[in-house]
């Protein structure tokens, strides 16, 4: 069981993320705070395996409480959640170390499928004994198996899913959306949309975005070939 804390500002948040998360298989939340320095307290107490973190807190920014938290000892991993899209933040977060970076607004799907990349880099990293540097790639997410491979896909996906997906990727003639994979591969929106994310999270697939007149953006994936 993968122990998470949520930092977020917003208690009404931080209820749907507790939600979000205890939804998934492998992962509970002991705790949550609304600021930087009850953050860091937390962490000392709680000992988190993962931390949620926003980076618009009352008190700090949040990516203050990374080094902190090394200085004091704790190796937990951070997730950064937040609707930061700056540069500076992104490159900020990623010299520090933080295991994803997941833009507000999401669904539980987003984070879902997140978590379970996380989960499976995780193990990878905790193997008793790394024989070789596809070990050390698939550790950091990088040089990913191929989508057949049953170890590359999370719990709950199919090697026959995925490469059903794959394949009307591949054949599109440019950009998919979930609801188009979905028709064209006969599997439900929901499913098609955890496996495009899968393909993007891993590398194997690229996500734009389509703005229409109103609501949310429209999240289109297209097969990269590397």
């Known amino acids: 069981m993968i122990d998470v804390l949520i930092v977020e500002d917003d208690f009404m948040v931080a209820r749907i993320h507790r939600g979000f998360v205890n939804d998934v298989d492998g992962f509970r939340v002991i705790g949550t705070a609304n600021c930087g320095e009850q953050a ?3 962490v000392g107490e709680l000992q988190p395996d993962l931390v949620l973190l926003d980076l618009y807190l009352p008190d700090m920014f949040g990516l203050e409480i990374i080094p902190r938290l090394r200085t004091a000892g704790h190796d ?7 609707a930061a ?29 997140r978590l ?16 070789g540097q596809s070990d050390v790639d698939r550790a950091l997410a ?11 896909l999370p719990k709950g996906m199919s090697v026959e899913t995925a490469e059903l997906i794959e394949r009307e990727l591949r054949a599109a003639d440019g950009s998919l959306s979930a609801a188009e994979c979905a028709a064209r591969s006969g599997v439900s929106r929901v499913s098609a ?11 194997r697939a690229e996500v734009s975005l389509r703005y229409g007149q109103a609501g949310r953006p429209e999240r289109r994936y297209s097969w990269l070939d590397v």
């Open 193 to 203: 949309r955890r496996y495009l994310e899968h393909f993007s999270v891993t590398g």
């Open 142 to 152: 990088r040089g990913a198996a191929p989508a057949a491979a049953p170890a590359a």
């Open 85 to 113: 899209r700056e540069s500076e933040a992104v490159r900020g977060a990623v010299r520090q170390g933080v295991v994803d970076y997941l833009l507000k607004p999401f669904d539980a799907e987003d984070l879902r499928t």
């Open 40 to 42: 860091i307290a937390a």
């Open 76 to 82: 937990c991993d951070v997730m950064v959640i937040s």
């Open 116 to 131: 379970e990349q996380y989960a499976a880099r995780r193990n990878n990293l905790y193997a008793a004994v790394v024989s």
